[in-house]
């Protein structure tokens, strides 16, 4: 779990997150975009409930219905991409 943790400028990209707890994370500009080999964090299930996520870096992190953003945050704009529900 990552309740609460100060995770400014913390690097995920390419990380597996399915499922983490960032409830009320402070997050600012983290990175969770895609890692050097263009590996995609799996956010599928996190939790960002009142989470400050400014500045953070979603571009290419793939989430599902499950995730859950903090109020006003738009996953699609920030680069996120859901995935398919084949998977």
Do not use: M, V
Not at 46 to 62: D, M, P, S, V, Y
């Amino acid at each position: 779990s990552f309740r609460e943790i100060k995770g400014e400028r913390a690097q995920f990209q390419g990380a597996n997150l399915r499922d983490a707890n960032f409830e009320n994370a402070i997050l600012i500009q983290a990175n969770f975009g895609r890692d050097n080999f263009n590996g995609a964090t799996q956010l599928q299930g996190a939790n960002f409930i009142g989470a400050n996520l400014t500045q953070a870096c979603f571009e290419g992190a793939i989430y599902n219905a499950q995730t859950q953003f903090p109020r006003g945050f738009n996953p699609q704009i920030q680069g996120c991409q859901l995935q398919d529900q084949g998977r």
